[in-house]
């Protein structure tokens, strides 16, 4: 995973609202040829089971920890 992830999701949920899942990071991953289903494992287990999620639980830990360039 990496910041370009969180980014994109932040721009798409920016005037739309989250369906609760993972659209958005789905598409970014899916378009970039990512490995989906490690991601995802991850974001899951720490609280981004949906776009929102991602953006409330993983955005601050990851940011807080790698930085917010």
């Not at 370009?4 to 899942?21: F, Q």
Request: with cysteine; glycine share 6%.
């Amino acid at each position: 995973m990496d910041e370009r992830l969180l980014d994109y999701v932040e721009d798409e949920l920016y005037d739309k609202e989250c369906d609760h899942t993972l659209r958005y990071s789905m598409r970014y991953m899916m378009e970039r040829g990512l490995n989906f289903p490690k991601i995802t494992n991850w974001l899951n287990e720490n609280g981004g089971y949906c776009d929102c999620e991602v953006m409330k639980q993983v955005a601050p830990y990851w940011r807080a920890k790698f930085g917010d360039d």
